[in-house]
């Protein structure tokens, strides 16, 4: 993956790759495990009023997140680990893609071995941001997650959707990597609306596009109250995504879509207190009362540990259209998953700071993306996405039979 194999004398784990598919104590490769480092005591904690003992090892909106909030949002940091290691054949590919990987067509494409990272010794930013969007992930999954929009007078607004989605790049069964040619969909998906009420029934399912000549999405839509289905306008990159609009269509999993709209910088490296290991956030025992809190989400729930990350710096283009004027991506050096966003307004103002908490499924052998936080730091509101402690449909990875055709067109009328 590029990453460097040393620890570092601050705190950051060298690299073991003791873990893929198991780990000692685990009862299930499917559904929810604590994880490995289940039994762990915190080593300190971050407030407002230690944080410039640690500021090195912050970004800007971690402190502007601790100013903020100096009542409510603390970091609580635990030993670092970097002990999970990606199946052979994504490795192999990540190592063909060395060799021979290229961004193309003025940085709209990527000719590569799908199924790993193209640039594991990225050169310039726009290698890195393709490292976010083509590297290994899920073959298939299905979750039931829930949206909370907590306001900053305390009050909490409820969204729940159900999710399909298919990778065929990562199928394992293959016997040797899709090349970027070969296909033009680099992902499908199933949406089904289920909160709040009034979107109840919205079905929208489609593709995401390897080529951004040819658009970010090709998706349709079935709406119950006009009983027909239609093909969905492509929205823009800055589209506030409903029910709150808290966060943007390309800030999804932190930063998604066309890289088109910024001059990308690739800032070199940082250690960092990170989310990591976030396995307990997403516990069936762990209820919404006791996570979902005024400001932030319950801080004695999240784990916080120090990795090297990637800082990669975006820039809006000159005549380019976007409602934020910088991002600034922190990117963990062993995955290439983005682990934080601080994102600016057309101001030059920090704006919003949001993080993902990842966990490692030994089914699909990858990091997968748990909670995501969006914090607004201009109105003091945040939106919690992909909740799944009181979902009856937890996370299900790599054990389905999907099939492309289950994602067009036709699937509106069975989903309804």
């Known amino acids: 993956m590029g990453a460097e194999r040393a620890g570092s004398e601050d705190g950051v784990a060298a690299y073991s ?31 407002a009023q230690n944080l410039e003992q640690y500021a090195a090892h912050l970004g800007e909106g971690q402190k502007a997140l601790l100013r903020k909030y100096p009542q409510a949002f603390r970091m609580v940091i635990y030993p670092s680990h970097r002990d999970f290691r990606y199946a052979d054949r994504v ?18 494409t990527t000719l590569q071995a799908l199924g790993g990272i193209p640039f594991p010794f990225p050169q310039n930013g726009l290698e890195a941001v393709y490292n976010i969007e083509r590297g290994a992930a899920e073959w298939t999954d299905s979750v039931v997650y829930d949206i909370a929009n907590v306001y900053a007078n305390g009050s909490t607004a409820w969204g729940r959707t159900r999710l399909k989605v298919l990778v065929p790049s990562n199928d394992p069964k293959l016997a040797a990597p899709l090349q970027s040619p070969q296909q033009s969909a680099a992902a499908y998906f199933y949406h ?45 990159s800055d589209y506030a995504v409903p029910p709150a609009g ?43 009362a006791d ?50 966003s601080d994102t600016y307004d057309l101001r030059g103002q920090l704006w919003r700071s949001s993080y993902a908490d990842y966990f490692w499924s030994p089914a699909s052998q990858v990091f997968e993306r748990g909670v995501i936080v969006y ?26 039979s999907y099939t492309p055709m289950m994602f067009g067109p036709g699937a509106l009328a069975q989903g309804h």
């Open 17 to 47: 790759g003791r873990y893929r598919d198991s780990w000692p104590g685990m009862k299930s490769n499917q559904g929810y495990d604590p994880g490995p480092y289940a039994d762990e005591k915190p080593l300190f904690t971050i407030s």
């Open 91 to 108: 490795c192999a590919t990540v190592k063909r893609n060395a060799l021979n990987a290229a961004v193309r067509e003025d940085g709209l």
């Open 192 to 236: 089904e609306q289920i909160l709040p009420q009034r979107d109840k029934g919205v079905i929208s399912v489609g593709n995401t596009t390897l080529d951004y000549r040819d658009g970010q999405i090709n998706a349709w839509v079935y709406n119950p109250g006009l009983r027909r289905s239609k093909q969905a306008i492509e929205v823009g």
């Open 246 to 288: 808290m966060h943007t269509v390309d800030d999804e999993s932190l930063f998604s879509g066309t890289p088109q709209h910024f001059a990308w910088k690739l800032l070199g490296k940082q250690e960092l207190y990170v989310p990591y290991d976030n396995f307990r956030i997403n516990d069936p025992a762990l209820k919404y």
């Open 291 to 340: 996570l979902v809190k005024p400001n932030t989400l319950n801080p004695d729930r999240q784990r916080y540990e120090l990795h090297r990350v990637w800082v990669l710096q975006g820039e809006l283009r000159p005549g380019e259209r976007h409602v934020y004027s910088k991002r600034v991506l922190y990117i963990d050096e062993d995955s290439w998953q983005p682990l934080w």
């Open 375 to 400: 914090h607004d730091l201009s109105n003091g509101a945040y939106e919690a996405e992909y909740l799944v402690n009181e979902s009856k449909d937890w996370w299900r990875f790599n054990d389905q």
